[in-house]
């Protein structure tokens, strides 16, 4: 079974890379470069360093608000889906936050935080924290009532029902939610990076366009991808690790 | 509406009335202008399997989750080995109609969680579930996941738990409805062994006639609108019999046909 889902993501990644091979030599636009053309600008820049630095440089936010938004998410997420006074005063402000258009928020940010990382984190944070919070909410709510007083039945006290319950039956969607909450947080740091100040790989992308390096330019998008499905595969072992059980098989592994 | 005609069927006076490890007194809960239960008094025999029976809304559930102290009457109380209820107490277990187990957790942890919230250290509470696992029938299933065992050996899981916190008092909430016939039978059988083996207490939520009148030493008929008991009957001869043959006795027959009696008028 592991072998040939390993071998199903060779495939699948061959076609893809494959199709943005040819669709580059058909041209489809003058400004789309080939796969193989890509790849090389990414090994230069990888070779000379500036790659690295601009990693350097992007993380910074990325991992900050990420961890703020995870962490705090969480917590926030549990205590509005245990209290539905939380829920009355929190729940709106998130929803209002993952509806509001962040792109047109940004210069209010940067009247009120610089253009340092403080916007550039709460950039990240806006766009990972409601997904997180939400779900964790929503998750934490629907905890099947059997199983609650299933723990109250046997003598767990109430915070033995949070911990050895309550948050691991959320823990799928909670999961879920951090993934969601993740990938939107790597939409977040380049989108600061393109809006706030050119930094890091936001840089590379808006230099490489103004002196027409297409290559250079997909590259450190391809890169940021790249990095995003890592990390995301990580975040799943992390969950196979702590709940065994939740595994019914997902769609990859 | 017909009244059902309200009388003994079998009664044996006497036989172990003093000793109850179980008593409910005067019991009411309402839910907001809903009365489940009113002034509802029963006696639960020590050592024996007493079944609550009846349609569906009488209030059977409501009563034993007032036993079990997951809830709390509106008037009355319960006393169990003549302590006054409060709260759930190490000397109840629970076994739910739905299983209710960790689906995160193998049948190992799921059996063991009592004893786990009860603070016992880990070689120790696995070495009793592991016993009591053994025992409802599921050896080698140990590192298996909920998701992966039937319905009926779920439920043995759910009584491997119960069983595995040593409580006096068994309470066991429509435990086979979920579970397919012949898993039902056979799983009845063993509860029977059960009683007979384990000196326990059992309170048995049921809807099927048939089963309370097969596993039962004691039936209480409950009645909706509003809710009592509306009888108590005691098959106590069958207990004597062998089981193979206790389907087709006849006071086990009589025991049902006129159970139904009482009942029919109820269930729309």
């Not at chain 1, 230069?44 to 993380?59: C, I, K, P, S």
């Not at chain 2, 187990?101 to 193998?106: D, E, G, Q, R, V």
Request: hydrophobic share 50%; net charge neutral; charged share 20%.
């Amino acid at each position: 079974m592991v072998r040939r889902s390993f071998w199903l993501k060779i495939v699948s990644a061959l076609v893809l890379f494959g199709a943005w091979q040819v669709a580059g030599m058909i041209p489809v636009s003058y400004a789309f470069p080939t796969f193989l053309e890509s790849m090389s600008a990414l090994a230069r820049m990888a070779a000379d360093g500036t790659l690295f630095t601009a990693y350097l440089e992007t993380l910074r936010p990325l991992v900050v608000g990420v961890a703020i938004s995870a962490f705090l998410g969480i917590g926030l997420g549990l205590w509005i889906g245990l209290s539905s006074r939380f829920d009355w005063l929190f729940s709106p402000i998130f929803i209002v936050m993952q509806a509001a258009p962040l792109a047109a928020l940004i210069p209010l940010l940067v009247m009120a935080y610089g253009i340092g990382l403080t916007s550039k984190v709460f950039v990240v944070c806006i766009m990972a924290m409601p997904v997180i919070v939400l779900n964790t909410a929503g998750a934490v709510r629907n905890t099947p009532a059997s199983l609650k007083e299933m723990g109250r039945s046997f003598l767990a006290s109430d915070p033995e029902i949070i911990v050895k319950i309550i948050v691991p039956a959320a823990s799928p969607v909670i999961f879920s939610g951090l993934r969601l909450g993740v990938s939107a947080g790597f939409i977040g740091a380049v989108l600061a990076e393109l809006k706030i100040t050119p930094t890091g790989v936001g840089d590379i992308i808006t230099y490489s366009r103004s002196i027409a390096d297409y290559p250079a330019m997909y590259a450190a998008i391809f890169s940021i991808i790249l990095l995003a499905v890592l990390f995301l595969n990580l975040l799943e072992r992390l969950e196979v690790y702590l709940f065994e059980g939740n595994v019914r098989g997902y769609a990859s592994d | 509406m017909v009244m059902p005609q309200i009388k003994e069927v079998v009664d044996v006076p006497g036989a172990q009335e003093a000793d109850n490890a179980v008593v409910a007194r005067g019991i009411s809960k309402t839910y907001g202008s809903v009365e489940a239960l009113k002034n509802l008094t029963l006696e639960f025999p020590r050592g024996q399997l007493t079944s609550l029976l009846g349609p569906s809304g009488c209030g059977k559930t409501t009563l034993l989750k007032i036993i079990a102290g997951l809830l709390q009457p509106t008037a009355g109380e319960v006393e169990v080995n003549g302590k006054p209820v409060t709260g759930p107490g190490s000397d109840r277990a629970f076994v739910f109609q739905d299983f209710a187990l960790l689906p995160w957790a193998n049948v190992l942890r799921n059996a063991a969680f009592g004893l786990e919230l009860r603070g016992v250290a880990k070689s120790e509470r696995e070495a009793i579930a592991e016993k009591y696992i053994a025992e409802v029938g599921l050896k080698g299933f140990e590192k298996a996941y909920p998701h992966e065992l039937s319905g009926g050996m779920r439920q043995r899981v759910g009584l491997a738990r119960a069983l595995a916190v040593d409580a006096d008092v068994l309470l066991m909430d429509e435990p086979f409805s979920a579970v397919d016939e012949q898993t039902r039978r056979k799983f009845q059988e063993d509860l029977l062994n059960l009683v007979k083996h384990e000196n326990k207490t059992f309170i048995f939520v049921t809807h099927s006639i048939e089963e309370a009148v097969y596993v039962s030493d004691q039936i209480a008929i409950l009645l909706p609108r509003p809710s009592r008991v509306s009888e108590i009957i005691r098959p106590a001869d069958l207990r004597h019999k062998n089981v193979d043959n206790i389907r087709r006795d006849p006071e086990y027959l009589d025991i049902v046909d006129s159970i139904w009696a009482s009942l029919r008028s109820y269930v729309e």
